[in-house]
């Protein structure tokens, strides 16, 4: 059974920059969707970008298009989540997530996806 674990998160000021990782166990993601989300304290859970991971396509929330990236490594079955230019309003737990899928494009909403990891706080702040 596919595991994900999230790290990179930490605290960083405005205008910094994270990099946060999510490393699946188990079989390969070929043939899977990944999707980065985040929750703040008291909001829902909000997509931020999702990726297909047999040919890279991608998606992105209007609010991180521009700064942020995501992107994946067959190599060591991880995606990643370049994150610059953070703000304040980006904090949040962010958890990576997963679904088995062969369409040509990855959906952003969370009710779409099956496997979850546990999540990697992230805090913009001065």
């Known amino acids: 059974q596919l595991q994900l674990v999230e790290s990179g998160g930490g605290l960083v000021q405005p205008g910094g920059s994270l990099r946060l990782s999510c490393v699946a166990s188990?079989?390969?993601?070929?043939?899977?969707?990944v999707g980065w989300f985040r929750q703040a304290p008291g909001k829902e859970r909000e997509a931020v970008s999702c990726?297909?991971?047999?040919?890279?396509?991608?998606n992105y929330e209007d609010s991180v298009k521009g700064r942020f990236t995501i992107s994946r490594d067959s190599a060591n079955n991880t995606v990643y989540l370049q994150m610059n230019s953070l703000k304040p309003e980006d904090t949040a737990v962010y958890y990576c997530?997963?679904?088995?899928?062969?369409?040509?494009?990855?959906?952003?909403?969370?009710?779409?996806?099956?496997?979850w990891g546990q999540g990697t706080q992230v805090t913009v702040s001065s």
């Open positions: 997530a997963v679904v088995v899928s062969y369409r040509w494009s990855c959906v952003l909403s969370a009710a779409d996806f099956t496997s």
């Open positions: 188990g079989p390969t993601l070929t043939g899977y969707h």
């Open positions: 990726i297909v991971h047999n040919t890279g396509r991608t």
